[in-house]
């Protein structure tokens, strides 16, 4: 049997037969039953937890949490005051030194420091 | 097929809504498939409905690599199998047997919407046809001459070559040939 008769005998019957016409209650069926299903994905992750946490409850802890950021990275700034900076601070204070001098005025401390 | 993609890209964003677009463009072949593997409009509804759900499941493991027919056909194909497999403790999977079991009650389970011109008579045969083939002959037909799929897509829905799709289906054939010419006998 060549080809194009097979494809009578059998194939064209068969196309016939799972022709199946298309149906809008098979589709309200399958969405019906989608409806009850969590939606696929991250965002269907998302969804979830949101469906679970109450909707007032997200700025709520969004600005928790940013508090808690803020307050972490206070708390583990290194300090911004260097000893450069302490020095130029007492120089201004103190008043200029002779070159190779001691300064003249100044409390012990100071003194000391200076001789550091 | 970019229309496929747009509706899953629009599921996958959250608008469910947007599977109908889904399952409207390919219920036909979906529960056409059901139809020639399983015997019967009711299973067959039953199935194709599942095999919608588990995809709409399996939406976001759908990474666009192969188009969303093959990849629904693919799912359509592995839940028939399983049924078939659940079906054969129960002795059903020959169409033989269920008219054993069921007599007369059988035609009202097979009462299919009349889609084609076949006469009622002749579409009895098909599926008697159809369900004494082996399995996979019956699959790889069913999706050639029933769905009208070609060779490629054939070859990626069944998981095997160009070579192996013609081999299949020219052994479904014959083997359809010679059951029909038994029963023309």
């Not at chain 2, 899953?8 to 979906?30: E, K």
Request: charge should be neutral; charged fraction near 30%; include cysteine.
């Amino acid at each position: 049997m060549t080809d194009e008769k097979e494809r009578e005998a059998i194939g064209r019957p068969l196309a016939d037969l799972l022709n199946v016409a298309p149906d809008e209650r098979f589709v309200a069926g399958v969405m019906a039953r989608i409806e009850v299903l969590p939606v696929p994905g991250w965002r269907g992750w998302l969804r979830r937890l949101e469906e679970r946490i109450p909707g007032w409850l997200y700025p709520e802890l969004g600005m928790a949490v940013a508090a808690f950021l803020v307050f972490l990275a206070a708390a583990f700034q290194p300090i911004p005051v260097s000893a450069d900076i302490l020095l130029v601070d007492r120089l201004e204070r103190s008043p200029a030194p002779a070159e190779g001098l001691l300064p003249a005025t100044g409390t012990e401390e100071e003194l000391l420091w200076w001789t550091e | 097929m970019e229309e496929d993609l747009e509706l899953v890209q629009q599921v996958r964003a959250g608008a469910r809504q947007a599977y109908a677009g889904l399952v409207r463009r390919h219920q036909a072949r979906v529960r056409g498939y059901c139809l020639g593997v399983l015997g019967n409009a009711a299973d067959a509804d039953d199935a194709a409905q599942e095999i919608f759900l588990k995809a709409y499941r399996g939406l976001a493991g759908f990474r666009g690599g192969a188009r969303f027919s093959t990849w629904l056909c693919r799912i359509a194909i592995n839940h028939c199998r399983d049924l078939l497999r659940k079906r054969a403790g129960r002795r059903e999977e020959s169409w033989d047997a269920l008219i054993e079991a069921e007599g007369e009650g059988l035609e009202a389970r097979t009462a299919v919407p009349p889609a084609g011109r076949l006469s009622e008579e002749r579409r009895r045969q098909l599926y008697r046809l159809l369900a004494a083939l082996p399995a996979g002959a019956r699959e790889v037909l069913i999706l050639r001459e029933g769905q009208g799929l070609r060779y490629e897509e054939i070859a990626a829905v069944l998981g095997c070559s160009l070579d192996g799709v013609k081999a299949r289906l020219k052994r479904a054939r014959q083997a359809a040939r010679e059951r029909k010419e038994a029963r023309d006998d």
